[in-house]
């Protein structure tokens, strides 16, 4: 059974900081690797999408990698800004589009 | 296009009251996911759909839930009797094929 964890469960940094977020997954057999905001009373919001076939993915500020033999996946932020502060989730697709979650990791940047 | 749309975006019930929730997926897209997200145990994919028909629903807690896609442009969630342990923020989303899912804003169920 496919178990996805972030670490950390929660993050402060001071605005303007580059930070990591961590994925692990226990089963590298995936289709791909997806990176949501989730803002407190909202719904989520895809940030980035890797497939399995790829390395990593950019968006601005943001870079997602993956090292799929390793079961791992990161997204760095760079410079980060107060508006950055959310709970971060990433999710594995396992097949046929099944989406396993992992536990989140909430950010804060302060000012 | 407006993104996925959910509503009611907030119920209150009392225990034992039928409960549906509704989804209308984003314009082309044939995949339906139904999600249930709690602190204790985080987002849960509940059913999906593609092209209409139920694919897997392995995730459906209790014969209470049901849920149906009549066509491509809407999708109900049924809790039948309801209870306190089905307060949670329920979650629609579609995509496509091998795509990113596009998540509605959530339906959040308080059962008295």
């Known amino acids: 059974k496919q178990e996805v964890t972030q670490i950390p469960a929660a993050l402060s940094v001071p605005e303007g900081e580059n930070l990591v977020l961590n994925c692990s997954f226990t089963?590298?057999?995936?289709?791909?690797l997806q990176w949501f905001r989730q803002d407190p009373g909202k719904g989520l919001t895809s940030l980035l999408l890797i497939q399995s076939s790829q390395r990593e993915q950019t968006s601005g500020r943001l870079n997602a990698s993956l090292d799929k033999s390793s079961g791992r996946s990161t997204l760095y932020i760079a410079a980060s800004q107060p508006g950055d502060s959310a709970t971060y989730l990433c999710?594995?697709?396992?097949?046929?589009?099944?989406?396993?979650f992992g536990t989140g990791t909430r950010l804060l940047v302060s000012p | 296009d407006a993104g996925v749309i959910q509503s009611p975006r907030h119920e209150v019930t009392e225990m034992g009251q039928e409960v549906t929730l509704r989804c209308k997926p984003i314009s082309g897209h044939d995949y339906l996911f139904w999600y249930r997200q709690t602190m204790m145990r985080g987002l849960e994919l509940l059913i999906y759909?593609?092209?209409?028909?139920?694919?897997?629903d392995s995730g459906m807690p209790e014969d209470r839930f049901s849920a149906k896609m009549p066509n491509a442009s809407f999708s109900t969630l049924k809790i039948q009797p309801s209870e306190p342990r089905d307060s949670a923020v329920y979650f629609c989303?579609?995509?496509?094929?091998?795509?990113?899912?596009?998540f509605g804003p959530g339906t959040r169920l308080t059962v008295l």
């Open positions: 989303a579609s995509g496509a094929s091998e795509n990113e899912q596009f």
């Open positions: 759909f593609n092209n209409n028909v139920p694919i897997d």
């Open positions: 089963d590298s057999a995936i289709y791909n």
């Open positions: 999710a594995v697709n396992t097949g046929f589009q099944k989406l396993v």
